[in-house]
């Protein structure tokens, strides 16, 4: 074994941090990924991701866009360099672009920042997005934004954070005043001040100090706003948690910072705590066990894959997450699924919205390989040997429709594309057990629907009609005897691909009162 490779690979593993932003829309993401960039070098100009997101603002437009620019401009991964790091954000789209692309993601992510709006809280969105990732156990870094806005109390947010998402928080910083009367944030961990400056925010001033209780801190913020903090901060040492890096690394205990993305306050700090504390890319488990990131062997497996909308071009990325080794432009690798290697010529790195080849990449590192229809949501690529990933989870969806085809005689071509769609992960497909032959779709978002019915029609020429159902929620069911006519009232029962029955239900009331019904079924978010 060459030792300068492993050294190599073992370097850049260390020095990467993947990691996805998770939040309702508006809260700020757009905002301070662009802030992030702009420290990293990666745009010059603010407005430059601003600019990508208004201008796919409704899913007309984005279909329109996809058309023009041959290939997707919606999904991206960006990388940039700070202070010795090396730095990949994974885009999780918000909005109607939001579906099941947007979990899926998240299982390539290594740790979440969760941004969070300081006057809304916790909302809907974030959710979602938080329970994927507690469910794998990564860290999880909040970030309380536009603290420059009157907003809820940090005491109540962290409340909040405990009550609604069931994780523990500790602040890093702590905010002096708020809102028009916001005059900075106290540093905890190095204990200095960030004052803001000047009537419109722009100038920040660090300041070490002793403690929270340095008359400095007094002179700058005044008698009322230090009487608060240091009432605050004594209350916080006493009854809040300590910092604990364990806790943190298995995603038990949320750092809490605060700060205004858009006047560019406390992004600065929070990213460099951020890269200190934030994980390198991780191990994998797979057939083989667990796959070390700085394995010799190039493996890696893919977790989205991108449709082109342009029927002229059928292309297709694939975006692979890179486990272990070192990646080469050219290198043949085996497809493991299909058994067979294949050569990766011209992969495609992200930044904001330009594509490059790559020529090398590593552990942590998103790729896009160009796929001929190759590739599935899950597959593995490996250097020899056999390594299969496990598998992605499957997602409950929450929008159903019932799907028909206008014209019969295309019917052949209906199911090869319904199955085509559904291997890809475009959307997810039931069964009806009523006895009836009725295909059932379930997504995520809404804009799977649009997508599947775009490209039914464009790849497989047959026109579709959706018919939406009532249902909310999915639940697979286990159990060894399943009794359908329980699942009548407010609910309906299928059967997925695999013959799984899943239980829909129009409200969350239809949920409890069948799960109270059925004591002795497991009704599973995801399938078992
Ligand atoms: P998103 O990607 O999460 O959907 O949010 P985005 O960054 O687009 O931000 C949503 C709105 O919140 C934007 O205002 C943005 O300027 C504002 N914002 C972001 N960070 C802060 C902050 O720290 N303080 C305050 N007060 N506002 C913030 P907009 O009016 O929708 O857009 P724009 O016209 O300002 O661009």
Redesign the pocket.
């Known amino acids: 074994m060459s030792k300068t490779l492993t050294e190599e690979i073992k370097n850049e593993v260390e020095r990467r941090r993947t990691f996805a932003i998770i ?10 990924t662009e802030k992030l960039l702009l420290f990293g070098g990666a745009i010059r100009e603010a407005g430059t991701v ?1 600019a990508r ?1 208004a201008s796919k603002h409704a899913t007309s437009d984005w279909m329109a866009i996809e058309k023009q620019r041959g290939i997707s401009v919606t999904s991206s991964v960006m990388q940039f360099d700070y202070l010795g790091h090396r730095v990949n954000i994974l885009d999780t789209p ?2 109607q672009d939001f579906s099941e692309d947007t979990y899926r993601t998240l299982t390539a992510a290594d740790s979440a920042v969760m ?1 969070i709006d300081v006057a809304k809280g916790v909302e809907a969105q974030t959710i979602k997005l938080f329970q994927v990732c507690r469910k794998r156990g990564i860290p999880i870094f909040t970030f309380i ?5 009157e907003g809820r109390s940090p005491f109540e947010l962290m409340e909040e954070l405990e009550q609604v998402l069931g994780i523990r928080s500790v602040p890093m910083n702590w905010p002096i005043g708020m809102g028009r009367d916001l005059c900075g944030v106290y540093d905890r961990m190095n204990n200095q001040v960030e004052l803001f400056q000047g009537n419109d925010h722009s100038t920040i001033e660090v300041r070490k100090v002793e403690d929270y209780n340095d008359p400095i801190i007094r002179e700058m913020a005044g008698e009322f706003l230090h009487d608060q903090l240091t009432g605050e901060l004594e209350l916080l040492d006493v009854a809040g948690d300590p910092f604990d890096f364990e806790k943190v690394s298995r995603g038990e205990l949320t750092p809490v910072f605060f ?5 560019n ?1 406390g992004v600065q700090t929070f990213l460099e705590n951020f890269l200190k504390l934030a994980p390198s890319p991780a191990p994998r488990n797979s057939t083989e066990g667990r796959v070390e990131p700085t394995e010799e062997k190039f493996t890696g497996y893919i977790f989205k894959i991108q449709a082109n909308m342009n029927p002229a071009h059928r292309d297709r990325i694939a975006f692979l997450r890179i486990c272990s080794g070192r990646f080469e432009r050219g290198m043949a690798v085996k497809h493991v699924r299909v058994g067979k290697e294949i050569k990766l010529s011209q992969p495609q790195q992200f930044l904001a919205q330009d594509r490059d080849i790559v020529e090398s990449a590593y552990p942590g590192d998103i790729i896009g390989l160009f796929d001929p229809g190759i590739f599935r949501i899950g597959d593995s690529l490996s250097q020899g040997g056999e390594v299969i990933f496990d598998e992605l989870p499957t997602f409950s969806p929450e929008i159903f429709a019932k799907v028909t085809v206008k014209n019969a005689l295309k019917h052949k071509q209906y199911q090869k594309g319904i199955d085509q769609l559904t291997e890809e992960g475009t959307i997810q497909v039931f069964h009806s057990t009523s006895g009836f032959d009725e295909t059932i779709l379930g997504v995520v978002g809404q804009l799977q629907f649009e997508v599947f019915e775009y490209r039914m029609k464009g790849e497989y020429g047959v026109d579709i009609q959706l018919h939406r159902m009532p249902y909310q929620f999915a639940r697979w069911i286990v159990d060894e005897k399943i009794d359908p006519s329980k699942f009548r009232i407010n609910s309906t029962l299928v059967q997925d691909k695999k013959g799984n029955y899943v239980a829909l239900f129009e409200n969350e009331y239809a949920m409890r009162t069948a799960m109270d019904k059925n004591p002795t079924s497991k009704f599973l978010e995801t399938a078992p």
Do not use: C, E, I, Q
């Open positions: 939040s309702h829309p508006d809260a700020g993401k757009t905002t301070l601003k997101k918000g909005h941004l934004n536009k603290l420059d806005r700060g205004s993305a858009v006047n306050f």
